[in-house]
């Protein structure tokens, strides 16, 4: 991605044949490399022949739906992948994220909005906003510590892998240093094109990353501040405020 001649792969994971091949046209025609799956009993094996820097994932597909498929490309790769399905539920919104996405299209969409996301994505993962781009990256605070290079928290001696999206909103509340970090202001470091994003997809990352924490034995540290948006409550600061109660 760093060669400005580098046209992004992008792999449309479709089995409607007439959709992905109107996925196809457009993206070609906007610049990107689009390769359509065929294999669709054996995903996994294709992603990795087609190597893509970014993936379109349906959910509804033969043999396994695309959760499955998702969490499998995971073993192998971090290339973002947005799922375009038909679904609208939140739960499958939850379920989209919790299996590996970065995010989530509506059908029927307008293919300038699957554009628009597919170049943020990208941006994220390889341009400018990625993290490999920053100097020194890692943000602490309360003891908790991000390394975006790892894709890494760290509290103590635990350890736990994040996604980007539950890394840079981490990152996000650990530099404002307990102070609240609006609901817009989070949607906008997640997502540049933020116009494009439903605000239940914020809801669904900050809990994911809420699990994630747990893990750390941190899970509360993330506060939500109604009306307004969320703060990242240290550990330390906790304690005081236990220690205040009582």
């Not at 022949?49 to 959910?59: E, G, M, W």
């Not at 790892?150 to 736990?160: H, K, P, T, Y």
Request: proline share 4%; charged share 30%; hydrophobic share 40%.
């Amino acid at each position: 991605m760093s060669d400005p001649g580098h046209r992004s792969r992008v792999f449309i994971v479709e089995d409607e044949p007439k959709l992905a091949a109107i996925l196809e046209d457009h993206l070609r025609r906007n610049g990107f490399d689009p390769v359509r799956a065929q294999r669709f009993d054996d995903l996994k094996v294709e992603f990795v022949a087609v190597d893509p820097d970014l993936v379109l994932l349906d959910i509804n597909l033969p043999w396994f739906d695309g959760f499955y498929w998702c969490r499998q490309i995971r073993t192998v790769s971090t290339a973002p992948v947005i799922f375009v399905t038909a679904r609208d539920g939140t739960m499958d919104q939850v379920l989209a994220i919790e299996n590996g996405g970065d995010d989530y299209v509506v059908k029927p969409f307008n293919l300038e909005v699957v554009t628009a996301k597919v170049r943020a994505a990208l941006r994220r993962a390889y341009g400018e906003y990625a993290p490999a781009h920053e100097p020194d990256a890692r943000v602490e605070h309360g003891g908790v510590t991000w390394d975006p290079r790892r894709l890494e928290a760290a509290f103590g001696q635990r350890r736990v892998d994040l996604s980007r999206n539950e890394g840079q909103l981490l990152a996000a509340l650990l530099t404002a240093r307990g102070a609240v970090v609006t609901r817009e202001t989070l949607l906008e470091a997640l997502w540049d094109d933020a116009e494009f994003v439903d605000d239940n997809t914020l809801t669904v990352n900050v809990t994911r990353l809420r699990r994630k924490l747990a893990e750390l034995g941190v899970g509360e540290a993330v506060r939500t501040v109604r009306g307004e948006g969320y703060r990242f409550a240290a550990a330390n600061a906790e304690a005081d405020e236990d220690r205040e109660r009582g």
